[in-house]
């Protein structure tokens, strides 16, 4: 069974700094493309960035420039760098894992292997 535990959420100012992390285990990590969503308040779930199984990572617009997707396989860890934040970066942040989308597929899904809890990031300008 396949989980995720997301961490590194809080609260910044704008032009500020945040670094999340998702834990995996349950599955055989490296077979597996990982992203990041978001939901922020009164929106629907938006991916912001993914990487692909063999390191290919893709990025929402949005975030281009500012985030940065990576990952260790060998601590089973996906991580998410988000530099100049700005207050409509405030949401509760998601990492997910699926076996089979990849790129701007793996972006534009609701419907994956794997979710974890969220966490939440709070940007006040």
């Known amino acids: 069974q396949l989980q995720l535990v997301e961490s590194g959420g809080g609260s910044v100012q704008a032009g500020g700094s945040l670094r999340l992390s998702c834990a995996a285990s349950?599955?055989?990590?490296?077979?597996?493309?990982m992203g990041w969503f978001r939901q922020a308040p009164g929106k629907e779930r938006e991916g912001v960035a993914v990487?692909?199984?063999?390191?290919?990572?893709t990025y929402a617009d949005s975030v281009k420039g500012r985030f940065t997707i990576s990952q260790d396989n060998a601590k089973n860890t996906l991580y998410l760098q988000m530099n100049s934040l700005k207050p409509e970066d405030t949401a509760l942040y998601y990492c997910?894992?699926?076996?089979?989308?990849?790129?701007?597929?793996?972006?534009?899904?609701?419907?994956?292997?794997?979710w974890g809890q969220g966490t939440l990031v709070t940007v006040s300008s």
């Open positions: 349950g599955y055989t990590y490296s077979r597996y493309s």
């Open positions: 990487i692909d199984s063999d390191g290919s990572t």
């Open positions: 997910a894992a699926d076996a089979l989308l990849r790129g701007y597929l793996l972006l534009g899904s609701d419907t994956l292997d794997a």
